[in-house]
């Protein structure tokens, strides 16, 4: 299959070995993933950020019966004064779960809570603070229309509609939708199993001593939060040193446990030849330098069964690199077949940044309003790839196509939130 992929890319006329589109390498991706097939069904809370593998119908209305909106009375519009003050009298109550059982007569109404079902032949809710109550009676001015203040059968889900289709990834709002139409079991597709490590001599492990010359490995840490986020189901393989027999060893294992290996580190020029041979003696990756800034160089292929993608080793390009390629792929394999893009939108940017055309840039800046309620982006300081505090610190990408130059401030930039996973 992979061969498949190196032979397409060989092929396509303008492929460029040295830089290879953002968007091109997306859709390169793409045509080599195939969701899991395996299905579960789970307890619905369980389900939360899982995908369907199946569409859900709605087996009943939901509302299954015309209710009150508001606290108030209901009535028949019928009733209502042509014109001037209208008064009913008040023949009982009607509370939610507690359904008034009498008919409601002409000149009657009936004293509603939000929530009640609307006694049969009433029409209307007026609201309790329009009304003056007296001896059983109330009196409220013109104003008052027909449908007011009701809430409809079926007006959230019909019987028989479709209320989600396979592949719908289930957040919180659907967690409660579900519920609503009282299904307690779904099927989803079984978790993607994702096995990551860290390469390289100079990484040190959390609670050990640093020696001279070494950085602590945070990348494990960034690829465990995102994947989290993103409800994988995730496998720390910790660091590999860089030694061929280790690294073998430990892609072997990786592949014959999880359907996604991520590795960072050892991809970039210099070491890459060397990640190359291992890696094609293993499986078909390619090796591409991607045309963008935070996150150059890139590998991606197959081991065994297992989609590989071998990360840039810089903490910021790791981020950049999982958000921009990783996590769609991960989505489309969780089986979601067309996953939402991430959001883009445009915003004013309050401040100067250099560019040159070439590549599409991922800037980290700092969305918020002004007291205009205008929203504006300012670019962080330090853009360094290995500075991941312009990533903890941002809350969006400032995206920077591949054509465009430098920006002044006060012209537009395209910005997309990091809240979602990062
Ligand atoms: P590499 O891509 O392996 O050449 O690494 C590029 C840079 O990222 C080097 O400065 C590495 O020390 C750093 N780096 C690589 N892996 C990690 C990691 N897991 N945590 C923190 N820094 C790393
Ligand atoms: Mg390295």
Request: include cysteine.
């Given at each position: 299959m992979t061969q498949d992929l190196i032979r397409t890319i060989s092929c396509a006329d303008d492929y460029d070995p040295d830089s290879m589109p953002v968007d091109k390498a997306r859709r390169f991706i793409r045509d080599f993933l195939e969701p899991v097939q395996t299905r579960e069904s789970l307890a619905l809370r369980a389900a939360l950020g899982c995908v369907l593998a199946q569409d859900i119908?709605?087996?009943?209305?939901?509302?299954?019966?015309?209710?009150?909106?508001?606290?108030?009375?209901?009535?028949?519009?019928?009733?209502?004064?042509?014109?001037?003050?209208?008064?009913?009298?008040v023949i009982g109550t009607a509370l939610a779960g507690k359904e008034f059982p009498g008919e409601v007569g002409k000149?009657?109404?009936?004293?509603?809570?939000?929530?009640?079902?609307?006694?049969?032949?009433?029409?209307?809710?007026v609201i309790q603070e329009r009304v003056q109550l007296k001896d059983e009676r109330i009196t409220f001015d013109e104003g008052v229309k027909r449908g007011q203040n009701l809430r409809y059968a079926g007006e959230d889900l019909k019987l028989g509609q479709t209320v989600f289709s396979a592949g719908h990834l289930v957040r919180p709002a659907d967690?409660?939708?579900?519920?609503?139409?009282?299904?307690?079991?779904?099927?989803?597709?079984?978790?993607?199993?994702?096995a990551f490590f860290s390469t390289g001599d100079e990484l040190a492990s959390i609670g050990e001593p640093l020696a001279s010359g070494q950085v602590y490995d945070s990348n494990r840490y960034t690829l465990y939060g995102m994947l989290t986020r993103l409800g994988v189901e995730v496998i720390d393989m910790g660091v590999v040193r860089d030694d061929p027999a280790l690294l073998e060893q430990a892609l072997n294992d990786a592949a014959a446990c999880a359907d996604v290996i991520l590795t960072?580190?050892?991809?970039?020029?210099?070491?890459?030849?060397?990640?190359?041979?291992?890696?094609?003696?293993?499986?078909?990756?390619v090796f591409w330098k991607i045309a963008m800034k935070p996150g150059r160089p890139l590998a991606y292929g197959k081991i065994g069964n297992a989609?590989?993608?071998?990360?840039?080793?810089?903490?910021?390009s790791v981020m950049v690199t999982f958000y921009q390629?990783?996590?769609?792929?991960?989505?489309?394999?969780?089986?979601?077949?067309?996953?939402?893009?991430?959001?883009?939108?445009?915003?004013?940017c309050s401040g100067n940044i250099k560019k040159a055309p070439?590549?599409?840039?991922?800037?980290?800046?700092?969305?918020?309003?002004?007291?205009?309620?205008?929203?504006?982006?300012?670019?962080?300081?330090?853009?360094?790839?290995?500075?991941?505090?312009?990533?903890?610190?941002?809350?969006?990408?400032?995206?920077?196509?591949?054509?465009?130059?430098?920006?002044?401030?006060g012209e537009m930039v395209s910005v997309q939130l990091l809240s979602e996973f990062v």
């Open positions: 119908l709605s087996p009943c209305n939901v509302p299954n019966h015309n209710n009150s909106a508001m606290d108030g009375y209901a009535l028949n519009a019928d009733d209502l004064a042509a014109s001037g003050a209208t008064t009913l009298r000149g009657e109404c009936v004293r509603i809570m939000t929530g009640a079902v609307m006694p049969q032949s009433c029409d209307t809710v967690l409660g939708l579900i519920a609503s139409l009282g299904i307690a079991e779904v099927k989803v597709y079984r978790k993607l199993r994702v960072s580190g050892g991809v970039s020029v210099g070491e890459a030849d060397y990640m190359k041979q291992l890696l094609n003696k293993l499986g078909q990756v989609h590989y993608f071998g990360l840039p080793g810089n903490p910021v390629f990783v996590r769609d792929a991960m989505l489309v394999l969780m089986g979601q077949p067309d996953p939402a893009p991430i959001q883009q939108f445009q915003v004013i070439g590549r599409t840039e991922f800037q980290r800046g700092i969305l918020s309003t002004d007291k205009n309620g205008q929203l504006k982006v300012e670019p962080m300081g330090n853009q360094g790839s290995g500075v991941l505090r312009s990533m903890s610190e941002a809350n969006c990408f400032i995206v920077l196509p591949e054509a465009c130059g430098n920006i002044a401030a």
